[in-house]
T-cell receptor, first 112, second 115 residues
Framework: DQQVKQNSPSLSVQEGRISILNCDYT??????FLWYKKYPAEGPTFLIS?????DKNEDGRFTVFLNKSAKHLSLHIVPSQPGDSAVYFC???????????FGTGTRLKVLA | DAGVIQSPRHEVTEMGQEVTLRCKPI?????LFWYRQTMMRGLELLIY????????DSGMPEDRFSAKMPNASFSTLKIQPSEPRDSAVYFC?????????????FGPGTRLTVL
């Protein structure tokens, strides 16, 4: 049973436009959410996170939105750059615990 | 800082052989995680250590899989005997529970192919 779902395996966006990556979760106990970015032949690296007490967190070109009632979060990248082309993993956790539950990832391709 | 180090980076073996994957966590980190990445299931947590002690191995798929952490700077994940369905990328990650809140730092992974 996949508790964290990324239903879009891939996404293509033109350079300079907005990229929106989506993630849904089923467990209402999750209260901390993260996005990791992964380039080929490298390990995932932390990108941005959000606590359930917030509905938005922004870091430069990256913004994560959380809709608790819908159990949905999204990552917005504006403007998208070719260097953003990577696989993005959504993860969820209970605060103070060790366990991340990852989604299956979305491959983003930003076209120059 | 060298980051999390994993070896080998690539491993090709034949079905039935023993495979050992190695990990050196970031110095000072007291939590270590082993993950497996597949297309179908994404990143799955296999086992987690805290202060060298296995805390949760519920993600280990079968008895063929075992993991050890003999000291704070080294861990192994062993598959014996290996099967073709074990082919995947295996990641090790470490975390300082007293540092950045909940962030895990991943190694570059070991790509395992079992023929």
């Amino acid at each position: 049973d996949q508790q964290v779902k990324q239903n879009s395996p891939s996404l293509s966006v033109q350079e300079g436009r907005i990229s929106i990556l989506n993630c849904d979760y089923t467990n209402s106990m999750f209260d901390y959410f993260l996005w990791y970015k992964k380039y080929p032949a490298e390990g995932p690296t932390f990108l941005i996170s959000i606590s359930s007490i917030k509905d938005k967190n922004e870091d430069g070109r990256f913004t994560v939105f959380l809709n608790k009632s819908a159990k949905h979060l999204s990552l917005h990248i504006v403007p998208s750059q070719p260097g953003d082309s990577a696989v993005y993993f959504c993860a969820a956790s209970h605060s103070g615990t060790y366990k991340y539950i990852f989604g299956t990832g979305t491959r983003l391709k930003v076209l120059a | 800082d060298a980051g999390v180090i994993q070896s080998p980076r690539h491993e090709v073996t034949e079905m039935g052989q023993e495979v050992t994957l190695r990990c050196k966590p970031i110095s000072g980190h007291n939590s270590l995680f082993w993950y497996r990445q597949t297309m179908m299931r994404g990143l799955e947590l296999l086992i987690y250590f805290n202060n060298n002690v296995p805390i949760d191995d519920s993600g280990m798929p079968e008895d063929r899989f075992s993991a050890k952490m003999p000291n704070a700077s080294f861990s192994t994940l062993k598959i014996q005997p290996s099967e073709p369905r074990d082919s995947a990328v295996y990641f090790c990650a470490s975390r300082n529970q007293e540092g950045s809140y909940n962030e895990q730092f991943f190694g570059p992974g070991t790509r395992l192919t079992v023929l």
